[in-house]
């Protein structure tokens, strides 16, 4: 492989951190924002949005060319093929962090509404998954990775309870449907943020160790690889 | 009015259309291409080679070499030059007796044989075990001399029948649609595709079970160099190929199985599928990537 080949590898993976970056501040932002009700926060994330919008392209576009340019094999495949995958999740982490900080900004309009305690909690586990994904990718750590694989269940227990404490409010207190309505969307969001942090440890599992750990009840054979295709 | 939903394509059709998608892909659905799902555990070995050692002289060029190789599929042998791995390749027809001063340890068998034994008539096994070079290598003779030379040395005289075998030969070899009205023609007219063709189809007159391919296609162009991989393809549903190939493409598109030999020794051999996106061995990783040969 040529040097060329080492040099858009390189390329590749600084420009896959400063979309990590970008779009773990912008969640990071929306979630505080859900602290301080801060109204003018969705318009500001959304300009920010479009900057991880154009790594998503950037990166995609590189990846592409990579793939046609050096067929690259083994390792550096896994690394272009991954490196595609984590910058679907952080484009997708980033549109939620708009989408929060516009029910957030939404929530500001009831400020008697009270804000579940759990949330902060949640949120913040939801955080902590996405940041040590990122650094399971940075330090091809699969053993991270599995691990924060396993933290989603906890994740998806602070939703279910989150939810049927909106839903309770709901139906005691009707003039608060659309307070509710707005906090219901944002509990889901951020329980879609730890979804993505789960799915980017997968890729990192796969990056490491070539094993596809998705769908675990799937029949596979001793390489990782699928057994048996779809006809 | 046709409404939107009637616009839309019914699961029936799709499910259609998934089952044959070669309208969508623009490919020939005739090309059999090599079935990289097939389960080798099934084949019987048709190549086994034990423990083997070779030697040209004093100086060893392979060490401890085991490898089995089923039948009816496509081996590849890469590593960088000098590894030994065409050297593996000659002594599975011993092609290497005919260098002074080499010497083989170990065994290999075929069909449950030990070729390497002094006993084993080499002409016969030749006969099994045929073999196409890098450079191809017409006989300054007409195309159907060239396909019927094998069978001819081994007696064949009958017109008709030695007719019947260029034909079925050069149509195995994909060669039979541009050839046939100018059979009698000299091979060394044909083009550096169609004479590396043309000793596969010489190769196939003898009715081999096994080819060995040493670098079949590194002189041709991209378009000659496909129709050897999709012959390739199709030969191994009724043959059984080992291929040695620089090309790490060209391994991965044409073999199930792929063996990665580094300084004489066979480093890792596995599922070609495997070898190309999770091998086991960090110096076949270093290899196919480029980081080193």
Known sequence: ?231 | MVTFIETLRSPIERKAMATSPTTVLRVPPAVAGVDRDMDMSQHPAAITARGMNFYYGENQVLFDVNLTVPERSVTALIGPSGCGKSTFLRTLNRMNDLIEGTRCTGEVLIQGQNIMEPAVDVVLLRKHVGMVFQKSTPFPKSIFDNVAYGPRVAGERNRAILADLVESCLQKAALWEEVKDRLGESAMALSGGQQQRLCIARALATNPQILLMDEPASALDPASTSRIEDLIGELCANYTIVIVTHNMQQASRVSHQTAFFFEGNLVEVGPTTQIFTSPSQKKTEDYITGRFG
């Not at chain 1, 949120?123 to 330090?139: G, K, P």
């Not at chain 1, 404490?165 to 307070?179: A, G, Y």
């Open chain 1, 1 to 231: 492989m040529t040097a060329h080949f080492f040099i858009e590898m390189e390329r590749l993976h600084r420009h896959i951190l400063s979309m990590c970056s970008a779009a773990e501040e912008l969640i990071c932002d929306a979630l505080d924002g859900l602290r301080k009700n801060r109204s003018e926060l969705a318009m500001e994330l959304s300009g920010r949005d479009r900057v991880v919008d154009e790594w998503d392209i950037r990166i995609e576009e590189e990846c592409l060319k990579i793939l046609a340019l050096y067929h690259p094999v083994a390792n550096d495949l896994r690394r272009v093929a991954v490196v595609m995958k984590i910058a679907l999740e952080l484009e997708r982490v980033a549109d939620l962090a708009v989408s929060i900080a516009e029910r957030s900004s939404a929530m500001s309009q009831f400020v008697t509404f009270p804000m579940p305690s759990r949330l902060d909690e949640m949120a913040r586990e939801a955080l902590s998954m996405l940041h040590d994904s990122i650094d399971a990718f940075v330090e091809q750590n699969s053993r991270g990775a599995r691990d924060i694989c396993k933290r989603d269940d906890h994740v998806d227990q602070l939703n279910d309870e989150l939810i049927q404490e909106v839903v309770d409010v709901m139906k005691q207190r009707p003039e608060l449907i659309e307070p509710a309505m707005h906090l219901f969307s944002v509990i889901r969001h951020v329980e879609r943020v730890a979804d993505h942090a789960t799915n980017i440890a997968e890729d990192v599992v796969y990056l490491v160790e070539g094993a596809i750990i998705r769908h675990p009840r799937l029949p596979r054979n001793a390489g990782g690889l699928l057994a048996s295709r779809d006809s």
